[in-house]
């Protein structure tokens, strides 16, 4: 349908998260989206004596929230042939999430595959401390020494596993190892006769282990083991990371929707003048939120609100154009109940060139900002049925 030197404009929204907007006859999306961008804190640091565990305050879905290197290694000196599965041994290295037993009576386990889990986002693996909580080992390496015997002599032999951003740990050779944290040996020695001697050693370098939470995470108090180094038979251990607390909290969860179901310009003479108000709507901008995480412990955080657009003859300006492409009118907004003049930007005008813009400290519950859309001429005179599209998105640290 064309319209005779008339202009209709209708802003309408579908649904919460989402302000539609059509002028004239064909429907304008102004698409709201509630986006968050998480900051991670990490503490990094080198193990030579054991590390402080995790024990801050994290959101879900926070994913790596916490971080330390570790390095270190464990020497043997004792000679000891066993004959067995080497499997389930880490005849390389292992870590353990309780103290290696020492003494060479005593043979220590690989961590069973039921410890360890994959996050419900599939990025990353590790010891689970909870549903979707986990304790990642990233990057560095283990690495081990031992001697295997060919039925006349015994052989040195090195072997090598590679953590990598997802948590799972690459082998320079087939390894035996049956869990995350376990360098075995290799797969050709499962049932040679082994031993560790004199320049026997399990070895970690340069690895981080990282908390890492997840968006199905349920908020509480969780404990977070002590980690140690060790191997199959052990003089001594060493520990990598101590025991400690920490909490989980709910994440900022918020929503936003326009006020009003309709927004109708209503019926409007256009004119040769540049820059005249053709038609304005006061609506507003409903920001919901459920729960609110501040890393400083306020209840309030800071929001912005972005909006991006085809803009017209300056960034304030959305432009308003028919299915030719030939822009018939503009429209401007304004984060305020006041109608403003379409001839310059003033404070709180919605530019659409998505320009972050601070909309103060947000807290839990309610919070309504004002807009007022103006239809203005453009000065070119032409008429018909156009439509406009911008997104505009509430952004949190």
């Known amino acids: 349908m064309k319209l005779n030197k008339v202009t209709n404009g209708l802003l309408q929204p579908e649904r919460a998260h989402t302000l539609s907007a059509s002028f004239g006859t064909t429907c304008t999306r102004f698409v709201l989206q509630a986006a968050a961008t998480l900051l991670l804190s990490c503490t990094l640091s080198s193990v030579h004596a054991a590390s402080a565990g995790p024990a801050g305050t994290y959101p879900v879905g926070n994913k790596a929230s916490w971080s330390t290197q570790v390095s270190g290694a464990v020497r043997s000196t004792t000679h000891l042939p ?219 955080i800071a929001m912005t609100l972005k909006f991006a657009g085809t803009v017209g003859r300056a960034n304030y300006a959305l432009s308003l154009r028919d299915t030719g492409n030939v822009e018939l009118a503009e429209v401007h907004g304004v984060r305020s109940n006041t109608t403003v003049s379409c001839n310059s930007a003033v404070t709180n005008k919605i530019t659409f060139s998505g320009t972050n813009v601070s909309i103060g400290n947000i807290g839990a519950g309610l919070t309504s900002i004002p807009l007022t859309w103006t239809l203005c001429s453009n000065g070119a005179l032409n008429y018909g049925n156009g439509t406009a599209r911008a997104t505009v998105t509430l952004s949190w640290p």
């Open 82 to 300: 066993v004959a067995s599965d080497n499997s389930r041994y880490p005849w390389g290295a292992y870590l353990s999430d309780t103290p290696p037993r020492v003494g060479f009576n005593n043979m220590n386990t690989c961590l069973p595959a039921s410890k360890f889990a994959t996050m419900s986002d599939g990025s990353v693996s590790g010891y689970r401390i909870a549903n979707d909580i986990l304790l990642v080992t990233t990057f560095g390496n283990l690495f081990g020494r031992y001697w295997w015997h060919n039925g006349t002599s015994y052989i040195y032999q090195s072997v090598r596993g590679d953590f990598q951003g997802n948590g799972r740990m690459n082998f320079t050779e087939p390894n035996a190892a049956a869990s995350y944290w376990c360098l075995a040996a290799r797969t050709v020695d499962r049932n040679a006769t082994l031993t560790q001697t004199g320049g026997s050693s399990a070895d970690i370098a340069n690895a981080f282990i990282v908390l890492y939470i997840g968006p199905k995470a349920v908020p509480g108090t969780y404990n977070s083991p002590s980690i140690y180094l060790g191997r199959v038979f052990n003089e001594n251990y060493l520990t990598l990371v101590n025991n400690s607390s920490f909490r989980v909290v709910p994440a900022t969860d918020c929503s936003i929707a326009l006020q009003d179901a309709n927004v109708d310009f209503g019926p409007v003479n256009n004119t040769r003048t540049d820059r005249a108000v053709l038609g304005s709507f006061t609506s507003g901008l409903d920001i919901q939120c459920a729960t609110i995480y501040n890393s400083s412990g306020g209840n309030t």
